[in-house]
């Protein structure tokens, strides 16, 4: 039997054997991981030995963003029997575990550190970066919330982070449920009763923020992937008017909505 550790970073997260482990790949058909054989060629990662979660295997290919969830980038290592029952009694006592040998990357050859200036340099780089960017500010500016008036005549704030999205889900439920009224809170600001009605126009101009700012960001990736000079990819801001050749069918639909809205 062979023995392995699972590395993230420096850290051990899990240990298994080449008995009880299971390789994925991804099934184009389907859109999603499979389980695969050891020796298949087109292996991305590997099941947690409780079989809860799936790591990307770091110097295979990257799971496709099509695939939900979130994959941890780790390294696999053989190791003996004895470091296997040790690291193995520290996961299960849920102890952190900081790698003895940690990975040490090779040194790039000259060619290698050449061909990573030219990456760096080029353009789909610093479109991949750009994009990343603009994805964080979708996020910060659904996190920021949104402000609504209510029944009391006043403008209310409220946040959009996570958590707030699942607090607001479990107060749409209690109204599905035929409540007249539930507790929430604006920021900062105490919890209070609200009437079915007001919740209702948070929960709905809430999810038209996000169902915007999400769509909004999709077109604007696909604009920037269309762009064939740098200085093009660097003018790009968020929130920045996309051309209408680049709006997708429903963003069209959300910007119109909101046109008629202020008319």
Same mark, same amino acid.
């Given at each position: 039997?062979?023995?392995?550790?699972?590395?993230?970073?420096?850290?051990?997260?899990?240990?298994?054997?080449?008995?009880?482990?299971?390789?994925?790949?991804?099934?184009?058909?389907?859109?999603?991981?499979?389980?695969?054989?050891?020796?298949?060629?087109?292996?991305?990662?590997?099941?947690?030995?409780?079989n809860s979660v799936?790591?990307?295997?770091?110097?295979?290919?990257?799971?496709?963003?099509?695939?939900?969830?979130?994959?941890?980038?780790?390294?696999?290592?053989?190791?003996?029997?004895? &470091?296997y029952i040790v690291?193995?009694?520290?996961?299960?006592?849920?102890?952190?575990?900081?790698?003895?040998?940690?990975?040490?990357?090779?040194?790039?050859?000259?060619?290698?550190?050449?061909?990573?200036?030219?990456?760096?340099?080029?353009?789909?780089?610093?479109?991949?970066?750009?994009?990343?960017?603009?994805?964080?500010?979708?996020?910060?500016?659904?996190?920021?919330?949104?402000?609504?008036?209510?029944?009391?005549?006043?403008?209310?704030?409220?946040?959009?982070?996570?958590?707030?999205?699942?607090?607001?889900?479990?107060?749409?439920?209690?109204?599905?449920?035929?409540?007249?009224?539930?507790?929430?809170?604006?920021?900062?600001?105490?919890?209070?009763?609200y009437s079915a009605?007001?919740?209702?126009? =948070?929960?709905?101009?809430?999810?038209?923020?996000?169902?915007?700012?999400?769509?909004?960001?999709?077109?604007?990736?696909?604009?920037?992937?269309?762009?064939?000079?740098? =200085?093009?990819?660097?003018?790009?801001?968020?929130?920045?008017?996309?051309?209408?050749?680049?709006?997708?069918?429903?963003?069209? &639909?959300?910007?119109?909505?909101?046109?008629?809205?202020?008319?």
């Open positions: 039997m062979i023995f392995y550790k699972i590395t993230h970073n420096q850290e051990i997260v899990d240990v298994n054997t080449n008995v009880n482990i299971n390789y994925v790949k991804y099934d184009k058909y389907h859109q999603s991981l499979k389980i695969c054989m050891s020796d298949d060629s087109n292996i991305l990662g590997i099941v947690s030995s409780d799936i790591y990307h295997l770091i110097d295979y290919p990257k799971i496709p963003d099509v695939v939900l969830g979130e994959f941890i980038d780790v390294r696999i290592k053989e190791i003996s029997e004895e &470091d690291f193995k009694k520290a996961l299960d006592e849920q102890k952190e575990i900081i790698d003895p040998e940690p990975y040490i990357p090779p040194e790039p050859t000259p060619e290698e550190k050449e061909k990573e200036e030219e990456r760096k340099s080029s353009l789909q780089f610093v479109k991949d970066r750009k994009i990343e960017y603009m994805s964080y500010l979708c996020n910060q500016t659904i996190e920021k919330g949104i402000k609504v008036i209510l029944s009391d005549g006043e403008l209310h704030t409220f946040a959009l982070t996570e958590k707030d999205q699942t607090n607001l889900m479990g107060r749409l439920t209690q109204i599905n449920a035929g409540a007249l009224q539930v507790s929430y809170h604006a920021d900062n600001d105490i919890c209070v009763y009605e007001d919740m209702m126009k =948070i929960i709905q101009t809430s999810m038209f923020h996000i169902d915007f700012q999400t769509t909004y960001f999709n077109s604007l990736k696909h604009y920037i992937n269309s762009m064939d000079n740098l =200085i093009n990819v660097s003018s790009v801001y968020y929130g920045m008017e996309i051309p209408e050749e680049y709006q997708s069918e429903p963003l069209k &639909d959300l910007l119109a909505k909101m046109k008629n809205q202020t008319e």
